[in-house]
């Protein structure tokens, strides 16, 4: 597998691991999407560092948490990182609007305080070892925008998205239906 590529890794046991910088993040508005999930749970790895810099920025009305792809700039991003199976996917790539909105790609991750301790047994059945934290870097997936409007980064860099009073994230569910979209906000189309 290349460093940096726009495919979606494959397993054998429909387990992907997932790289989570936003909102999806634990404490943060969507996070009850992987809490509450009603299928196979999913497992927490830990925290999580990005093993290149990426640009992550807050941007929209609606104050989204963006990773753009200009790898190589801005900061290495913290996040957490799962693995979950694919009908939890599937609901990740609703909610990021995969293949529209962001592009689901492979990237890499320094696990900083491996916690794997639900599913192991799980994982390693599944003879997939990207998915066995046998080394603190592991390929993965995120969720990257491209074909952003470049004057995004000119915003300021994050390294750890966390939602805020000052700039609080707006749900999908509470956007106005008549306003602009997401999509022509952010993105060069």
Not at 2 to 21: A, E, G
Not at 68 to 86: C, Q
Not at 119 to 139: F, K
Request: glycine fraction near 6%; hydrophobic fraction near 30%.
């Amino acid at each position: 597998m290349t460093r940096y590529q726009k495919d979606v890794m494959s397993s054998q046991c429909d387990l992907s691991p997932i790289f989570v910088y936003g909102t999806l993040k634990q404490g943060q508005p969507n996070h009850y999407l992987l809490s509450n999930y009603a299928g196979t749970q999913p497992c927490f790895l830990g925290k999580a560092l990005t093993t290149d810099h990426w640009p992550l920025v807050i941007s929209s009305p609606y104050h989204i948490p963006l990773l753009l792809d200009k790898r190589g700039t801005g900061k290495r991003v913290f996040g957490e990182l799962y693995v979950v199976d694919a009908m939890l996917l599937k609901t990740l790539d609703d909610l990021e609007g995969h293949p529209y909105y962001y592009t689901r790609v492979s990237i890499f991750v320094e696990l900083l305080d491996p916690r794997a301790s639900c599913g192991v047994n799980t994982l390693s059945s599944c003879n997939d070892q990207s998915l066995v934290p046998d080394s603190r870097t592991i390929a993965c997936e995120a969720y990257i925008l491209f074909n952003f409007k470049k004057d995004l980064l000119n915003l300021e860099y994050l390294e750890d998205y966390t939602n805020s009073l000052s700039r609080p994230y707006i749900p999908c569910k509470d956007r106005p239906t008549d306003g602009p979209s997401g999509y022509s906000l952010v993105k060069d189309i």
